[in-house]
């Protein structure tokens, strides 16, 4: 079960399946995180993500390493680190490639408002 307030790192595709359909359910914003331990830009966005995960506990983040899951990377279409998908009842909303720090905060400021609304 995923604690709030943390990014939740997703390591088997069974993983993916049940926090991406938990986030479905709930209605709340799901941001993921599509990273790969070999990226420098995807290390640099990771302490952003983690803060923004504190401050919006309205907010679903989790966290796909590409290598590690290449099935769940490929039907997303991930093709760059890091994608930050931005996800409302499974579908994206928005969708942010490269660590851009205020781009990433504006967004889950934005979409956030808008799920409780």
């Not at 709030?4 to 790192?9: A, D, F, L, S, T």
């Not at 914003?29 to 983690?50: E, K, N």
């Not at 991930?78 to 930050?84: G, N, V």
Request: charged fraction near 30%; include cysteine.
């Amino acid at each position: 079960m995923a604690e709030e307030n943390q990014v939740v790192g997703c390591h088997s595709k069974t993983e993916w399946t049940d926090h991406f359909e938990k986030g479905k359910e709930s209605k709340k914003l799901v941001v993921v995180d599509f990273t790969a331990s070999w990226c420098g830009p995807c290390r640099a966005i990771t302490p952003i993500l983690t803060d923004l995960a504190k401050k919006t506990p309205n907010v679903v983040f989790l966290k796909v390493d590409v290598d590690e899951l290449e099935d769940v990377a490929k039907e997303w279409e991930i093709e760059a680190m890091p994608t930050l998908l931005f996800l409302k009842e499974g579908k994206i909303v928005d969708k942010i490639v490269g660590a851009k720090k205020d781009e990433l905060i504006d967004k889950v400021a934005k979409h956030s408002a808008l799920a409780s609304a």
